[in-house]
Every structure is written in structure tokens, then in C-alpha cells.
């Protein structure tokens, strides 16, 4: 209940909110239990600290005005990277990168939509020299969380990204074991790096730092999820964020996550989270249709490195580029051919973006259309459902 009262008194305003997601939220919240980071109180990275400015923006705009906007964003601030990672979503995309100015702009466009929350990826982010001006740019307006290898993290560099404000920090650590992960990111060294840039980012104490997992098939059982968190838990970080490979289009369909596997994920996430300590925070949790769902294109969008804008980072499809028309625009476009709905949108549908992705990006807009035309979509998750009921 501590998770509760934090977010109520951060926030009073909340309690105008209708009983029922009221009472869904306080559920919701209290499969976690918050963490001071430098004073800032942490649920998971996937939400604003319960302290801030962004978490307001969350009650005042999102859950009481019901905003139109999005309310998650990711930005690709280069595609440049040390690895060569088979699972990589932005495998295939290709272009002119954008320039840091335009990377602002994207930056002030989003938040005037309404996203409390931006995500820096890649490629690797930390490549980007500008990356500290990225994060002040973001400010206090939405919380800012960064993916990153640790490839190429310096003292100096943490100590940037502190100064600017940087919120939450989730370095890729996929494996126990240094010749596994090393294998899966086709990088040696990868390992060490990871473990070197948690040690340097632990070191700073104002920023919350975690670990991303993505796991393979060989991955999604009790026993190696639970050697896994005992691993990564042994490191001092305060969350696992965790995920599955993702199917890339046309992949095969053993290659997605059962629905044995999920919810496999999801009692582990309950049962570890029960116990203290390090919190767990699994994507297929977070997006289950007794929750948030899958809110791709909608409450979700993806600016990738090159400027092209998609639902998500998972799915490859284009509605338009910001080098060419607003943000707003290209969003609306978009939002409109994607509900929020029950389930992953790329779990369901790799195999009908197959026959139309190119080795020069994402699908372009009019052929991305044509495959929606003949899709169909699932009802709105559990959140959604209560809020626009």
C-alpha cells in the first residue's frame, strides 16, 4: 500500500479520477514496491517517478483531461552501434540521420502532444555526442530513460548524463553467462562492457539503473528466469526489465511467446516483486490485455534515427517522416488505423508485414494503409476499457 499512498500524495488530484480506475490503478500499483533514487521514487522505469513534474503531467493530462495525444515515445538518436545483435529491431532501417536540432524539435513536438515519458535508443546512444543535450532538452516535463550496450561509457560521460537529468538507465545484460551474451550480440567484450557501465552508473546514485533482457526460446523457462534475476539481482541494480525476441516479419510462429511462456513471465515478475528488492518489470506484464495492452501508434510512437515515424520500435511499418510534415500530423494519420487493443500488434501480424518489407526501411505509408485495411484488432485492454468507458 506504500506504492499507493506515495502516488496519491504526489498527485492528489488522482483521486477526481472515477472510482473504478481509481481502484485499477491502486491493483496496479501495488505489485510494485518504490525505490528512492536520488530522491526521485520510482515505481519501474516505464512510468514517471511518483515525485515529478512528468507523473502530474500523467494524473492531469492522461487520466483526468483523457488526452488525445500519445503518452510513450522513443527516439533513435543514432543507428550507429557496436553490436550486430540478430534481434534487432531497427535491422533494415537506413537513411540520412537526423541532425541534433531536428532531434529537439521531435523532443518539443512530442511533449506539446502530451508524452510524459521519452525513451533514447539506437543504434547506441551514448555514440551521439549530444545525447546530455538531448536529456536537457527533455527536462523535467517527461521522465527520460535510456537503452544502451554501455559501450563506450566513460565516468565522465555518466557524470553528463547526471547533470542533465537523465531519470532511468537500462543497460543490455541478456545472459549469466560472458560467452553467451557476447555470442548473442556477435560482439565480444559486450559482456564486460555491460557489467563496467552498471558499476560506473550505480557509482553516480542519482540516476535508476537497470538491466534489459532480451530472452531467447532457450530462455523462457522457471529455472534459467530465475538464474537469471538471482544474477542480475547479485549486481546491485534496481530493476530487470525484461522482454522476449520479439518475431521479425515473416518469422516463423514458434518463434513468438506462448501463452504459457507470458504468463509463466508475469507470476515470476509477482513472485520476485513480492519479496523486495530489485523490481522486476516484464514488457508482456505491462502490455497484457488485464492491463495497459498493446498501445502501438497510439499511446506509443517511435521516431526512429533517420526521422521516419512508426507505432513502435517493434513494428516496421512508416506513416511519415519529420523532415517533411509535423509530428502531429503524421501521428493522426497513424492513431487512426491503430486502437489500442489486447495484444502485441507485431506478435499477431509478422507474417502479413512478410511480403512488403524492403532492405531500405521501414514500410512506407500507403502499403503500411493497405496491410491495416485487411487486419483486424483486438477489443481495448483493461485500463483503456475504464478510462473512455
Keep these: 500500500m506504500f506504492s499507493v499512498a506515495r502516488a496519491v500524495l504526489s498527485a492528489p488530484e488522482v483521486l477526481r479520477a472515477r472510482p473504478r480506475v481509481n481502484a485499477f490503478l491502486c491493483r496496479y500499483l501495488r505489485r510494485f514496491t518504490p525505490v528512492d533514487v536520488g530522491g526521485k521514487i520510482f515505481i519501474h522505469s516505464h512510468l514517471p517517478p511518483l515525485n515529478s513534474q512528468a507523473y502530474r503531467r500523467f494524473v492531469r493530462e492522461h487520466l483526468l483531461a483523457k488526452s488525445p495525444g500519445p503518452s510513450h515515445a522513443q527516439i533513435g538518436v543514432t543507428n550507429v552501434c557496436p553490436q550486430n545483435c540478430p534481434y534487432c529491431y531497427n535491422r533494415g532501417r537506413g537513411g540520412t540521420p537526423l541532425c541534433t536540432e531536428t532531434i529537439l524539435d521531435t523532443v518539443r513536438q512530442l511533449q506539446e502532444m502530451g508524452v510524459f515519458w521519452i525513451g533514447l535508443t539506437g543504434g547506441?546512444?551514448?555514440?551521439?555526442?549530444?545525447?546530455?543535450?538531448?536529456?536537457?532538452?527533455?527536462?523535467?516535463?517527461?521522465?527520460?530513460?535510456?537503452?544502451?550496450?554501455?559501450?563506450?561509457?566513460?565516468?565522465?560521460?555518466?557524470?553528463?548524463?547526471?547533470?542533465?537529468?537523465?531519470?532511468?538507465?537500462?543497460v543490455s545484460l541478456d545472459h549469466w553467462s560472458e560467452e553467451e551474451h557476447d555470442r548473442a550480440r556477435d560482439s565480444q567484450g559486450a559482456y564486460r562492457g555491460a557489467l563496467r557501465a552498471i558499476d560506473l552508473f550505480l557509482g553516480d546514485g542519482r540516476i535508476h539503473v537497470g538491466v534489459s533482457a532480451v530472452f531467447s526460446r532457450a530462455m523462457l523457462n522457471p529455472a534459467a528466469v530465475g538464474r537469471y534475476l538471482e544474477f542480475v539481482s547479485s549486481l546491485g541494480v534496481h530493476e530487470a526489465w525484461l522482454s522476449e525476441t520479439k518475431p521479425m516479419p515473416g518469422a516463423a510462429r514458434d518463434g513468438v511467446v506462448t501463452g504459457a511462456e507470458r504468463e509463466m513471465l508475469i507470476a515470476t515478475q509477482d513472485s520476485w516483486n513480492a519479496r523486495g528488492g530489485m523490481t522486476v518489470n516484464y514488457l508482456g506484464h505491462f502490455e497484457d490485455a488485464?492491463?495497459?495492452?498493446?498501445?502501438?501508434?497510439?499511446?506509443?510512437?517511435?521516431?526512429?534515427?533517420?526521422?521516419?515515424?512508426?507505432?513502435?520500435?517493434?513494428?516496421?511499418?512508416?506513416?511519415?517522416?519529420?523532415?517533411?510534415?509535423?509530428?502531429?500530423?503524421?501521428?493522426?494519420?497513424?492513431?487512426?488505423?491503430?486502437?489500442?487493443?489486447?495484444?502485441?500488434?507485431?506478435?499477431?501480424?509478422?507474417?502479413?508485414?512478410?511480403?512488403?518489407?524492403?532492405?531500405?526501411?521501414?514500410?512506407?505509408?500507403?502499403?503500411?494503409?493497405?496491410?491495416?485495411?485487411?487486419?483486424?484488432?483486438?477489443?481495448?485492454?483493461?485500463?483503456?476499457?475504464?478510462?473512455?468507458?
Excluded at 126 to 141: M, T, Y
Excluded at 313 to 338: A, H, Q, T, W
Design 290 to 389: 488485464r492491463y495497459f495492452g498493446c498501445t502501438a501508434g497510439n499511446k506509443m510512437v517511435y521516431v526512429d534515427a533517420f526521422g521516419e515515424v512508426s507505432p513502435c520500435v517493434f513494428i516496421p511499418m512508416s506513416f511519415g517522416n519529420v523532415r517533411e510534415r509535423p509530428l502531429r500530423e503524421i501521428y493522426m494519420d497513424m492513431k487512426l488505423r491503430f486502437p489500442m487493443e489486447e495484444r502485441c500488434f507485431i506478435n499477431r501480424n509478422a507474417g502479413a508485414l512478410a511480403s512488403h518489407t524492403g532492405a531500405n526501411g521501414p514500410i512506407p505509408r500507403e502499403a503500411s494503409e493497405a496491410i491495416l485495411d485487411a487486419l483486424e484488432f483486438d477489443p481495448m485492454p483493461g485500463f483503456f476499457s475504464l478510462l473512455y468507458r
Design 124 to 170: 547506441e546512444p551514448l555514440l551521439n555526442v549530444d545525447l546530455p543535450r538531448v536529456i536537457r532538452a527533455i527536462g523535467r516535463g517527461s521522465a527520460s530513460k535510456l537503452f544502451t550496450t554501455g559501450a563506450s561509457l566513460t565516468p565522465e560521460l555518466v557524470r553528463g548524463l547526471g547533470d542533465a537529468g537523465l531519470d532511468s538507465v537500462s
